[in-house]
């Protein structure tokens, strides 16, 4: 970690003391090992210490244009040093992808609000290396690669984000010329909200709707030039710009734009998947869905993407919570650390523990996602919905954790939180953006509540199920019967699981009720909050699940030490999650207060127990200062000094009357109204 050399706060020094553990031992799990920690500080440093990228400069006070020129600007003096440090390290495409993995924190630090290539560096070259054949990624790849062309991925429209079948831009193929013309038919049609599409990239997968020899076949993919490649001008037919101020994501430059008669040549069609023959005709995919697959991979990135919001915010607040003393607990005593107000406790220490388990998960679902699709590879395409259903569930029920967690952490930092300089806010916009962008977390719960509603009916009718919903056949051997709990960790997933599968046959139910005066679509519609809450459980099912088997794994490979705060962890995330699905629980879970008590009970002693491991787990996670970015999260917890050297740079205090006194405060003042 790249410390502050200023002087520690005392009070964090003194907790930093007490730290029974080896921080660094922790900081290589969570990164995969010693030389990924050192590889990554390297990388780290390599970017933050270029003076050209002029960091100093606050972008949070510059307007809308000027913050989306710098993004641009820094972003190539990121982009140029990317390329360099390629070559040293020996140009393979896996260095690329251990550099840009590794960017993905600095490139948070050098853009606060955003990334205006983020999608040509994500979605546009996965999709490229991903659904094209040999030809296409023979002639696209080593262009993108050089960023001789810049892309997005434009498939959201004004009208249509979730249903994606019913998107309006067409693709009308003339084997004549072997051509599709591109149209936005209506105003609905317009693509909106691709990331970078403004006014930066040149290119973008366009999805839209294949029509050939008379005949709709769906949405496919293809690579459309939108702008010249010399003057950047719009190309003729494009109509394209940027949507404007958002919530978050500022400098990500999302877009919007529509085609007249835009002519595209054959070749670029995406054709790994669906087929057109140069004749016209049409070949179906092997499974439809193959189309999405770009989606999916980002969803399974997500998970670490949450993680890591979760563990970058408990950083700041647990820091804050260390050096900030306030309301004697005893009215004879000093001031304490805010931590000691247990009620800080609670709002800081499960965070933590869900950034470890997030992490594990993620490591989970990256290793299935590899294995499903080198399978899908060799075209077995057998557990594509088992994949779906995952990573849509975790892509929900992760990023809703996600902005929980850092808003909590937010309240946790009291008015200081509230603040810019704090840090939080922009981890806060970027956790509820992950909420909407890549399928809107409702929809995708209920995607994954379809995948466990057949999994139901197969789990009846006695068919067999895949590993993580095998937990519905112990609901239907149970005939009614409530799990009986037991207070161990496996106590608490059993309850879990219970809650999650009950809740999954209250949907089920509902289904089979109302599917007798409706349609199987307008009964699922009405079941659909029970839906969304089995859903929900499952996902939780998943992260206890693999938390416990992940965190079993690693016990057995760290020190004892290490090993006891990973088990203090999972004990924190387990009991925090029961209590918090209590009414979930105890709806289908023989649970009695005395067991609710003991389950407060012990999470009052794990947190005694996490007091002192708790700073040396969010030192490990390692965020260096300038990626923390955060006046109340800095190493050396300097708060106060930190707070007033950020306000003196606020604009207005670079004068000490502000021309509005001569000009409005002052006429109006000696106006006698
Ligand atoms: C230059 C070198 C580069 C090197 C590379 C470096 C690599 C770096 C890697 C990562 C970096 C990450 C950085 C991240 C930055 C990301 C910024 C992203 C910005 C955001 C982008 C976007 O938002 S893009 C738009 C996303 N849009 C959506 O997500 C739309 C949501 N909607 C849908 O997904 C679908 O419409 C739907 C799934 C909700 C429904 O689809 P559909 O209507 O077609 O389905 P049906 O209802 O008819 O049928 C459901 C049926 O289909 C099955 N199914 C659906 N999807 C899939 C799938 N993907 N796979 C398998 N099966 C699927 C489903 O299970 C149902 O099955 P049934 O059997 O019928 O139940
Ligand atoms: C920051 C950001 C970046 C983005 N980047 C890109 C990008 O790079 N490329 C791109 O193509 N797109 C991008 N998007 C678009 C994004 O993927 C969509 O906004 C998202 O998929 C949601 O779709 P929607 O806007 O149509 O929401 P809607 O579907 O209109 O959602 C509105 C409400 O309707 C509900 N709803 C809709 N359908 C159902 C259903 N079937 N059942 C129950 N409830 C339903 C939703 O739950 C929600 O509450 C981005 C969006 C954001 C916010």
Redesign the pocket.
């Known amino acids: 970690m790249s410390k502050n050399l200023s002087i520690v706060n005392k009070d964090l020094k003194e907790e930093r003391d007490k730290i029974n553990f080896n921080v660094e031992e922790f900081t290589n799990w969570f990164y995969g090992g010693a030389e990924k920690v050192k590889e990554k500080k390297y990388i780290e440093n390599y970017f933050l210490s270029d003076k050209d990228l002029n960091l100093e400069l606050d972008t949070s006070y510059l307007s809308y244009k000027d913050k989306y020129e710098e993004a641009v600007r820094r972003s190539i003096v990121v982009y140029k040093k990317l390329y360099k440090l390629h070559n040293e390290m020996g140009g393979t495409h896996e260095d ?2 251990k550099i ?1 993995e590794n960017l993905r924190f600095t490139m948070g630090a050098i853009n606060p609000e955003g990334n205006p290539f ?2 040509h ?3 546009f ?2 999709t490229i290396m991903n659904m094209t054949n040999d030809e296409q990624k023979a002639e696209w790849l080593p262009r ?2 050089n960023c001789n062309i810049l892309g997005t ?1 434009a ?2 429209e004004l009208g249509h ?5 019913r998107l309006e831009t067409t693709a009308t193929y003339d084997p004549k010329t072997k051509e599709f013309t591109l149209n936005s038919p209506t105003l609905t049609s317009y693509k909106w ?1 691709p ?1 970078n599409l403004g006014h930066t990239v040149d290119h973008a997968i366009v999805m839209a709707q294949l029509y050939s020899q008379g005949k709709c076949h769906g949405i496919q993919p293809f690579i459309v030039q939108l702008r010249d490649s010399e003057t950047h001008k719009p190309l003729p037919g494009i109509d394209i710009g940027d949507i404007g101020n958002k919530v978050g994501f500022q400098t990500v430059n999302n877009g919007f734009l529509g085609f007249k008669n835009v002519k595209v040549p054959y070749k670029n069609m995406l054709m790994k998947n669906s087929k057109l023959l140069e004749d016209g005709t049409f070949i179906k995919p092997k ?1 439809a ?1 193959l189309n ?2 770009t ?4 969803r399974v ?1 997500m998970i670490i993407d949450a993680a890591c919001r979760i563990a970058k915010a408990t950083t700041i607040a647990l820091r804050y919570s260390l050096v900030r003393r306030q309301s004697p607990i005893n009215p004879n005593e000093i001031e304490p650390k805010i931590i000691e107000h247990i009620t800080q406790q609670n709002k800081i220490f499960p965070g933590i523990a869900k950034a470890v388990v997030f992490k594990c998960m993620a490591d989970y679902l990256t290793k299935l996602h590899l294995s499903i699709t080198q399978e899908g590879n060799t075209g077995n395409l057998a557990r ?2 088992e994949l ?2 995952l990573s849509c569930c975790l892509k929900a029920v992760c990023t809703n954790e996600d902005a929980k967690t850092v808003e909590v952490c937010r309240l946790s930092c009291g008015g200081h939180g509230f603040l810019r300089s704090a840090g939080l806010d922009d981890v806060y916009r970027n956790s509820t953006a992950a909420q909407t ?3 809107e977390n409702t ?1 995708m719960l209920l ?1 994954a509540a ?2 466990l509603i ?1 999994s139901f009916n197969e789990a009846r009718n006695g068919g067999s199920l895949t590993e993580g919903v095998k937990y519905l056949f112990d609901f239907i051997g149970r005939n009614g019967k409530r799990e009986i709990f037991d207070n161990s960790i496996n106590g608490i997933l059993r309850a879990i699981q219970a809650a999650a599968a009950g809740r999954t046959y209250i949907a089920w139910k509902h289904i089979e009720d109302d599917k007798r005066h409706n349609s199987i679509e307008v009964a699922t519609n009405l079941a659909g909050v029970h839906l969304t809450k089995a859903a929900e459980l499952h996902g939780y099912v998943c992260l206890l699940q693999v938390g416990i088997e992940e965190i079993e794994k690693i016990i057995r490979n760290v020190s004892p030490a290490l090993g006891l705060v990973f088990k203090n962890i999972l004990e924190l995330f387990a009991v925090d999650l029961i209590l918090n699905k209590i009414g979930d629980v105890i709806q289908h879970v023989d649970i009695s207060n005395e067991d609710i008590e003991k389950l407060e009970k012990q999470m009052e002693t794990l947190f005694k127990f996490f007091r002192t491991s708790a700073i040396g787990v969010v030192d490990g996670f390692d965020f260096s200062d300038p990626i923390i970015d955060s006046t109340l999260g800095s190493y050396d917890g300097n708060v106060y000094e930190n707070l007033i050297n950020a306000a003196r740079k606020s604009p207005l205090n670079q004068e000490d009357v502000n021309r509005t006194f001569h000009l409005y405060i002052k006429p109006f003042m000696k106006s006698n109204l």
């Not at 984000?161 to 079948?165: D, K, M, V």
């Not at 989606?295 to 980002?298: K, S």
């Open positions: 690329f992808v840009m983020v999608l560096f994500s979605m070259a996965l993108i690669f991925y498939q959201t984000g979730t249903y994606i079948q909200w990331g499974n869905k999405y697959g989606m999916v991979i980002i990135h594509m919905p779906h259903a962008y890549e399928g929809v995607q379809r995948f057949k």
